[in-house]
């Protein structure tokens, strides 16, 4: 099975229970989303996992502005996910999902690749709401992909990670970081992956060195990234 075939499986079937659902359950389909409009959702449903949101999204020096979350209702609006009326909004289908995934979220992970030309962030939240992938594209555009609720956001780590390794060997080298954050503990877990221009793996992790930064070591032969890096953040939890 191709890792696309894999990220299939592990997205929300529309045809089944989750759909039935509507309050609950991710849209099936990929949801595109501007800083400004996760701000608007932020600013109508905060709730305890708000502020990690805000946090990993990089979106925590942004002020709670109304100018922003007053441009970010607009565009929802032009989307269909609010409903408008007089001063009344009301949140709709996929806007409504996330915001309370958004606001209840206890757990992220953070896995971005990180190349000689471009830097590639993907998410992964987990909230008693539901679960969704977000991947960071340019001009500060979010794309949600809905995930089933019994996924195991670690076989997701291992296979972006496992993924983002191969693409930065073929592109000569690089560095995978990985972070999980709880919204429970200050600082997040590290795992960081580099790709060095000759094919060996280094994966740099805790505990640190006697220099206050990240031990590293070369991967053994047969070692796979993503597994490494799974099973050091899963050790944290």
């Not at 990929?30 to 999204?57: C, D, K, N, Q, W």
């Not at 942004?62 to 009301?90: F, P």
Request: glycine share 8%; proline share 4%; aromatic share 4%.
């Amino acid at each position: 099975m191709s890792r696309n075939q894999q990220r299939e499986e592990m997205m929300t079937d529309p045809t089944g229970a989750e759909a039935k659902r509507a309050d609950t359950a991710m849209p099936a389909a990929a949801y595109r989303m501007t800083s400004h409009e996760i701000l608007a959702l932020l600013a109508f449903e905060p709730g305890a996992g708000t502020a990690l949101t805000r946090r990993v999204l990089g979106l925590a020096d942004l002020a709670d502005d109304h100018d922003l979350v007053r441009a970010g209702v607009g565009t929802l609006n032009i989307r269909g996910t609010v409903e408008v009326s007089g001063e009344e909004v009301t949140l709709l289908a996929e806007a409504r999902i996330l915001a309370r995934i958004f606001s209840t979220c206890s757990q992220w992970y953070d896995i971005t690749r990180i190349g000689s030309g471009a830097v590639s962030p993907s998410y992964l939240v987990d909230s008693p709401a539901g679960r969704a992938a977000i991947f960071l594209r340019p001009l500060s555009e979010y794309v949600c992909l809905p995930l089933r609720d019994d996924v195991d956001l670690l076989d997701f780590v291992q296979m972006t990670v496992d993924e983002a390794v191969a693409d930065l060997t073929t592109a000569g080298g690089g560095i995978v970081s990985s972070r999980r954050y709880h919204m429970d503990v200050a600082k997040p877990v590290v795992a960081n992956i580099k790709v060095l221009e000759a094919g060996t793996l280094q994966v740099a992790s805790a505990p640190l060195d006697a220099g206050g930064q990240l031990g590293v070591r070369d991967l053994e032969s047969g070692e796979q990234p993503g597994l490494t890096v799974r099973s050091l953040l899963a050790a944290a939890s």
